[in-house]
């Protein structure tokens, strides 16, 4: 299975500032025949369902407001909150769908400092 | 309206069994393959089982693989997970979810990442 994991654990920004965080796959998951990276970051508010944000590690869903962004090939991937706001207080999870089982990072809490 | 709605959660002894059911509507049910993810109290995502579209494909995560079983009824538009020999370690919110799909080629294709979640179905293993 492809072990995924997260940095850090949680953080905390100032409204407005930037939020980064950081996800690693045990193995790559760039499918060479088509480019494309199996990796999606979701949001998980407190009591509610995980939200998709980002697929193909760069690709925003649609409605996800662009201050969203995610980057990063092979192993290593990042999604960006360029401003936060007081709404994207959140668990946020990577996700690898290269191969089957699809696996989840351990997950990083965003806060407001 | 586009959405999955869970049901049939509950609490239930050790050894015991249970179905869980997903109700979709707004789409196309018989087009998406469909997942089964479980999140314990507190902890993070685990996905669970899988099955395509046209139901030639079914997997499990190693911790479920012959206790729980995966199936859909197209002309209900639902989706099920039937588990049996429950442990405590199955206590979780049981989240169903929609595989989404890429064109490609002339083609839709199965993507692998989820595009929609259901709001959770809880169950509780405890004597």
């Known amino acids: 299975d492809i072990v995924m994991t997260q940095s850090p654990d949680s953080l905390a920004v100032s409204l407005g500032e930037r939020a980064t965080i950081n996800c690693k796959s045990s193995?790559?998951?760039?499918?060479?025949?088509?480019?494309?990276?199996?990796l999606a970051w979701y949001q998980q508010k407190p009591g509610q369902p995980p939200k998709l944000l980002i697929y193909?590690?760069?690709t925003r869903e649609s409605g996800v407001p662009d201050r969203f962004s995610g980057s990063g090939s092979g192993t290593d991937f990042t999604l960006t909150i360029s401003s936060l706001q007081a709404e994207d207080v959140a668990a946020y999870y990577c996700?690898?769908?290269?191969?089957?089982?699809?696996?989840f990072g351990p997950g990083t809490k965003v806060d407001i400092k | 309206q586009v959405q999955l709605v869970e049901s049939g959660g509950g609490v239930v002894q050790p050894g015991r069994s249970l179905r869980l059911s997903c109700a979709a509507s707004g789409f196309t049910f018989s087009s998406y393959s469909m997942h089964w993810v479980r999140q314990a109290p507190g902890k993070g995502l685990e996905w669970v089982a899988v099955i395509s579209y046209d139901e030639s494909n079914i997997y499990y995560a190693h911790s479920v693989k012959g206790r729980f079983t995966i199936s859909r009824d197209i002309s209900k538009n639902t989706l099920y997970l039937q588990m049996s020999s429950l442990r405590p370690e199955d206590t979780a919110m049981y989240y169903c979810?929609?595989?989404?799909?890429?064109?490609?080629?002339?083609?839709?294709?199965?993507?692998?990442?989820?595009?929609?979640w259901g709001r959770g179905t809880l169950v509780t293993v405890s004597s």
């Open positions: 979810a929609r595989e989404g799909d890429y064109y490609d080629s002339s083609a839709y294709h199965p993507s692998g990442y989820f595009d929609l």
């Open positions: 193909w590690a760069s």
């Open positions: 193995q790559s998951v760039l499918y060479s025949s088509n480019n494309k990276n199996y």
């Open positions: 996700h690898q769908y290269y191969i089957t089982p699809p696996t």
